[in-house]
């Protein structure tokens, strides 16, 4: 079906080789795209016979420049390529992923994307894998939340190309922005019934899990200034509930505390009946008790996080230059 794949990385090593070794023997063309690594891993790809783009030091890194420009070093080299496995380094595919995915492609027309099953490796190495676990957890069937459209993906060519790829000024969130933009051209997006990879998070310390969280708040300011507006009002409501729980409110309790002579305060009341919300929630998704604890509660400390991604999102777009939040 001339499957490509493009591996987006930087200095990944050891899973970088776990990752290409998960691929070479049944992808048609690879790439692997790399952003500045000094740990051998272009070396490295190099001695697997590996095709290797070495992005432009003087341009700002983003998974969303890596990928475009991944997808059109193969388009230029092997034109025939009908779909295209997008991959990061930290990630292994699953046995068959390649097959059952581009089946789904092209069996209808009408699909510009598949994704399928994502696993943590480590699931209990820390909470914050473990959070990642839960994540990345959703039904399958057609995606109406584009949010569960990650990097890790294969899209029909032809789409990708119409629709000018991944917007290389979205530094989080590009893939997810990209399926509203094919949702919007008349495509749909499938999530099917089959293991598509292992993911390594490596998540061990609550300072990566912070700057994550404020990435994806940075993330939900830009996707609704780009697409909110539209049919599908993408990430209307996350902006929303970022800014009342992660800014409105607290400025609001801290600012008239000395006029209420502290009674504000009470108003802390709410993070907790938010919380007892996502964990009902959770329940009722199959967690188990202490996952769903576990989840809300990491869910109410990121609004504060989300809130200071989209001021810094505001800021960036009045500057004009995103940079990549990096959390590893």
């Known amino acids: 079906m001339n499957i490509a794949v493009v591996v987006i990385g930087r200095n990944e090593g050891e899973r970088l080789r776990r990752c290409l070794e998960s691929i070479r023997a049944t992808a048609d063309a690879i790439v692997y795209v790399d952003s500045g690594s000094i740990d051998g891993s272009i070396e490295m790809a190099r001695n697997m016979d590996v095709e290797i783009v070495e992005l432009d030091l003087s341009t700002p890194f983003s998974a969303a420049r890596a990928r475009n420009e991944g997808f059109a070093y193969l388009m230029q080299r092997h034109p025939a390529i009908q779909f295209v496995q997008f991959v990061d380094?930290?990630?292994?595919?699953?046995?068959?992923?390649?097959?059952?995915?581009?089946?789904a492609l092209a069996n209808s027309k009408h699909y510009a994307a598949v994704v399928g099953h994502l696993q943590e490796l480590h699931p209990d190495a820390s909470?914050?894998?473990?959070?990642?676990?839960?994540?990345?957890?959703?039904?399958?069937?057609?995606?109406?939340?584009?949010?569960?459209?990650g990097g890790i993906a294969m899209m029909r060519a032809d789409v990708f190309q119409q629709l000018g790829g991944f917007n290389p000024e979205v530094i989080a969130g590009e893939d997810s922005e990209l399926g509203v933009r094919m949702a919007l051209a008349g495509f749909k997006v499938i999530k099917i019934d089959h293991a598509m990879a292992v993911h390594d998070a490596n998540m061990l310390r609550f300072s990566q899990w912070w700057k994550r969280a404020v990435r994806g708040g940075h993330a939900i300011g830009q996707r609704a200034f780009l697409n909110g507006q539209s049919a599908v009002m993408d990430c209307v409501r996350e902006r929303k509930s970022a800014w009342?729980?992660?800014?409105?409110?607290?400025?609001?309790?801290?600012?008239?505390?000395?006029?209420?002579?502290?009674?504000?305060f009470s108003l802390l009341a709410g993070y907790p009946l938010l919380g007892?919300?996502?964990?009902?929630?959770?329940?009722?998704?199959?967690?188990?008790?202490?996952?769903?604890?576990?989840?809300?509660?990491?869910?109410?400390?990121?609004?504060?996080?989300?809130?200071i991604g989209l001021l810094k999102f505001h800021i960036n777009r009045l500057r004009a230059r995103y940079e990549i939040i990096e959390y590893k």
């Open 89 to 103: 380094g930290d990630c292994t595919l699953a046995s068959g992923w390649l097959l059952a995915a581009g089946t």
């Open 276 to 307: 007892y919300r996502v964990y009902r929630y959770r329940l009722g998704r199959g967690d188990s008790e202490q996952d769903a604890l576990l989840y809300s509660f990491f869910i109410v400390l990121g609004k504060f996080a989300e809130g």
């Open 244 to 264: 009342f729980w992660g800014i409105v409110l607290p400025a609001l309790i801290l600012f008239a505390a000395v006029p209420t002579a502290g009674w504000s």
């Open 127 to 149: 909470l914050y894998n473990r959070l990642c676990a839960m994540e990345w957890c959703s039904p399958t069937g057609e995606l109406r939340n584009f949010g569960a459209l």
